[in-house]
């Protein structure tokens, strides 16, 4: 399947939609799974569920921006929003022992 050519993207937005597009789709589900993964593994001082709530937020905000820029589906974002609620109710449903 050919590609199409690139325009003169002016934008950082228009280079990740042209790199969506190139990919099938797969360019900003890829990157929102780094993100969290990288974000995850550079928290492991902290207790995992800290480590997951903080990393899972920040792929949700970074995934509504996508979502904005059309570069994700809804699924996806439902995804990432549902991740950061288990994390927020893991958060409170540990007891801390003081």
């Known amino acids: 399947m050919p590609w199409i050519t690139p325009t003169n993207y002016t934008t950082f937005a228009g280079l990740l939609q042209y790199s969506n597009i190139v990919?099938?789709?797969?360019?900003?589900?890829?990157?929102?799974?780094?993100?969290?993964?990288?974000?995850?593994?550079?928290?492991?001082?902290?207790?995992?569920?800290?480590?997951?709530?903080?990393?899972?937020?920040?792929?949700?905000?970074?995934?509504?921006?996508?979502?904005?820029?059309?570069?994700?589906?809804?699924?996806?974002?439902?995804i990432s929003i549902v991740a950061v609620s288990v994390g927020a109710m893991m958060q409170f449903s540990t007891k801390r022992v003081e």
């Open 23 to 78: 990919t099938s789709g797969w360019f900003a589900p890829v990157i929102l799974f780094s993100i969290f993964t990288i974000m995850f593994i550079s928290m492991n001082r902290y207790p995992t569920i800290s480590a997951f709530s903080a990393a899972s937020f920040i792929t949700a905000t970074v995934a509504v921006l996508f979502y904005m820029m059309d570069l994700v589906s809804i699924f996806i974002l439902f």
